[in-house]
Every structure is written in structure tokens, then in C-alpha cells.
């Protein structure tokens, strides 16, 4: 299955990250690569935070293709950690997919690095942007913001429904944005919880900012991937029952759906950012419990056996066999005996 949201850091990533508190890495940069967040590159400091900087950063940055960088300042917090200012390298000449795919990633660098450690932020755009000078420009101008360009103004309309949420009818939190489920759906999710149906599947009205009931009923495994739409994302929730090891098992199974051909932004990134939000208000206010959370690109994938694989992994078979030990050199085979009467 090929994922079209959910980036996160990889291990060597998260291994580096430990690494970098003990004051000797100065900077480093991230980039998304095969749809992770993968270290691409780092110095160790020199000087001061002030001296180093414009020796290092500037390096850092590539024409038409964002990035993070982090660069460590001279300064601790209460924890005793260092303070560290987060670079969001986005360049006007880069594509706007590429910009949408860095700034919907940008919460999770800073959840799994620790958002505790960023005390500040820049936006950098153009090269003079990623400076000394530029950050202390930013630094003087931070109460009284520039216009933005005609192309940021663009991302800011796309990129509108993940910043401005009011209060009223929305809750944006840490993981993603909640948007109000609406009653018909809520209704159908505790049937399949108390066992009327065993599939439900949502939507999430991309105008009105509010998920929806698309479709319930009692589906057929075979039946299963027939109800992928082929071009529109969906949630779907399925009670799998199958048996496994000689039990009956039911196992309920969250299933993320993003087709590969949507060329919609905005639509993947308001699938991508209420899906936590969802799930979150299923398990604890509707009290249906999710054994399984799947990402898929098209309906061919839920098939019984690939549903049996992800719920019950299979186990390796192929050990390798334990010889018994040899004997001490010398002696030779067993002699039997008779039992003295």
C-alpha cells in the first residue's frame, strides 16, 4: 500500500534526535524522502549560535525545494535542554504541492523532535530570508507582519481551513482539526457498535466542514472493496468477523481510503488532518473500540486475507533447527541393557 498522508520521522531520524541534545550538533536538516522525514545533513558547532550561523545555514537551503532545518541556539530552558529555532525553508518557486506536503508535515517534526524545544520559528521564502540578517528582520518586523506575495496568498487560501478555526462550530487540538460529526453518522456508528450493521462508511463535506454519513449496511468481505470509491477519500469503519486459530473473532477495523489519482490538496489534507480528531471522539464518546487503523489507495486491498494478515501478523516459521549438542570425543554408541529381575 502506498500512503498518501500520514509522514513521519524514520528511525535513523529519531535515533539523531537523541543524539543532538548534548549541545555538540549545531544544525541539521530534514527532508521528506519515499514519505519520510529523513536527515539530510548536519554540522557541529564551532562558535557562538551568532557566529555559526550564517557559516552553516545558508548552505543548507536548495533552490525550488523546502525543507527544515533546525538550528540550535546558545540559550537552555527550564529543563535544562537547549532552546532551538525551527526553519520552514519554502520557496516561491516550488511547487505548491511540495509546499502543502511540508507545512501539513511541519506539526509532526515538532510533535517527535519535541515541540518544547522550539522557541521560535521563521518562514524563509528567498535566500536573503535564512541569514543573520534575515532572522533579526524578522525578529524586528514580528508585530507588524509583510503582505504576502501573490503565491502565499494562494497557499493561504488553500491552507485557510487548517489555521483559521473558530471556535463555535470546529476545534483545532495538537493532532489535527475536529470537525462536528453529523448526528446520522454518529447514529450509524453506534449500530455497528451494538451489532445492526457491520460497516459504515463517512464523509467529510468539504464546504460545510462536517462529517458525514455516506453509506451503511451488512457487507460481504468479497463485497468490501467494491465500496472504495475509486476518486474521492472516505472513512470507513467494517466489524471483520472471521475466525482465527479456531475462534470467532470480531475485530473492529478503521479504514482510511485516499485514491492515488485525487489531485485535490485540500481535500487530502482535511482527510489526513481530522482522521486522529475522529477516531479519538469514536473510541471515547461513542465508546466503539478500533482494533485496527488502515491507509489505503484503493479498494483491491481488502481482501479476507489481507484483513487477516494486518489483525493476526503471521508468525515466522522457518527457525532455524537446534542440533543437539555432540558428546565428548571418544565414546561410542549407547549399549542397551537388560533389567536384572
Not at 45 to 59: A, C, I, L, R, T
Not at 280 to 289: K, Q
Request: glycine share 6%; hydrophobic share 35%; aromatic share 8%.
Amino acid at each position: 500500500m502506498s500512503h498518501q498522508t500520514g509522514i513521519r520521522a524514520n528511525e535513523a531520524l529519531k535515533k539523531f534526535f537523541g543524539k543532538c541534545r548534548d549541545g555538540k550538533i549545531r544544525v541539521f536538516k530534514v527532508s521528506i524522502k519515499d514519505e519520510e522525514l529523513t536527515l539530510d545533513g548536519f554540522k557541529e558547532k564551532k562558535s557562538s549560535w551568532e557566529n555559526d550561523y550564517d557559516k552553516f545555514v545558508p548552505g543548507f537551503v536548495e533552490p525550488e525545494q523546502p525543507s527544515f532545518i533546525l538550528y540550535r541556539l546558545d540559550t537552555r530552558n527550564q529543563s535544562g535542554g537547549y532552546d532551538w529555532l525551527l526553519i520552514s525553508w519554502s520557496p516561491d518557486d516550488s511547487p505548491v504541492r511540495q509546499k502543502m506536503l511540508y507545512a501539513s508535515t511541519k506539526a509532526t517534526l515538532k510533535q517527535e523532535f519535541g515541540s518544547g524545544q522550539i522557541i521560535e520559528e521563521l518562514h524563509a521564502t528567498v535566500a536573503d530570508d535564512v541569514t543573520l540578517k534575515g532572522l533579526q528582520k524578522q525578529r524586528m518586523s514580528a508585530k507588524t507582519p509583510a503582505p504576502l506575495t501573490t503565491r502565499e496568498e494562494e497557499l493561504a487560501t488553500l491552507t485557510s481551513n487548517f489555521t483559521d478555526i473558530s471556535i463555535d462550530s470546529r476545534t483545532q487540538t495538537l493532532s489535527g482539526i475536529a470537525f462536528p460529526i453529523d448526528d446520522k453518522a454518529k447514529s450509524a456508528l453506534v449500530d455497528i457498535k451494538n451489532g445492526k450493521i457491520n460497516y459504515v462508511q463517512l464523509k467529510i463535506d468539504l464546504v460545510a466542514e462536517e462529517i458525514l454519513l455516506a453509506s451503511t449496511d451488512n457487507v460481504a468481505i468479497s463485497s468490501l472493496p467494491k465500496q472504495v470509491p475509486a476518486h474521492s477519500a472516505r472513512y470507513h469503519v467494517y466489524n471483520f468477523k472471521h475466525t482465527h486459530e479456531g475462534d470467532f473473532i470480531e475485530s473492529v477495523v478503521f479504514i482510511y481510503s485516499m485514491p492515488a489519482d485525487c489531485t485535490s490538496v485540500k481535500e487530502k489534507m482535511l482527510y489526513s488532518s481530522c482522521k486522529a480528531p475522529f477516531l479519538d471522539t469514536v473510541e471515547s464518546m461513542i465508546g466503539l473500540h478500533i482494533d485496527k487503523r488502515l491507509e489505503i489507495d484503493c479498494g483491491e486491498d481488502l481482501t479476507e486475507e489481507f484483513l487477516q494478515d494486518e489483525i493476526h501478523p503471521k508468525k515466522c516459521l522457518h527457525r532455524p533447527k537446534f542440533d543437539k549438542p555432540k558428546g565428548p570425543p571418544g565414546r561410542g554408541a549407547k549399549r542397551l541393557t537388560k533389567t536384572q529381575q
